[in-house]
């Protein structure tokens, strides 16, 4: 039997030589050791160490609030939340962007990495957000929305992308229920 997702509901999945791995994270680390000619973790052990830190921030940070918000009606709560994804974002321009040069377009610097993977799923379906809670993107967050069209311009992520539409139309019927 094919498991579709993690035992306590969550996604994705890998299926590698007929075993499966799952959790995100973990995957990118699965794969990195899988196919080392192709690395998505720097090489570096302090780069490796800041794309850790930058993977444990979008799990605990973006994702867990947003998981918060969308199962809440509290409106308090969809306010709060709102207010420190907004900081959160604010941090990642600060810290990921604000201190690297003009031609470092990705998280840890010029090189795509396992950070970008573990932060672009968030982005690609902030217009869930936007749509139904009333997320508005912090205007100071230019390099970071740079970002976002950069890793969304990558032939890989193109192949795999779900528009919009598909992520409005999923959540949209999520919180109808």
Known sequence: MVPETHATGKVPLLRHQGQYVRESAIICEYLDDAFPERPIFPRDA???AEA???ISFADT???ART???MHSSDAMVHKRIKAQLADDLRFVEQHAFALR???ERFLLGSEFSAADIAFYPWFEQLCVLE???GFVMPTECERL???QETVAAREAVRTCARSPGFYLES???LLAA
């Open 46 to 48: 302090q780069a490796r």
């Open 61 to 63: 940070q973006l994702y």
């Open 52 to 54: 850790r830190i930058w």
């Open 171 to 173: 959540y949209g019927r």
């Open 101 to 103: 040069g003009a031609d």
């Open 131 to 133: 749509k139904y809670l």
């Open 145 to 147: 929305l740079r970002w």
């Open 67 to 69: 998981a918060t918000m």
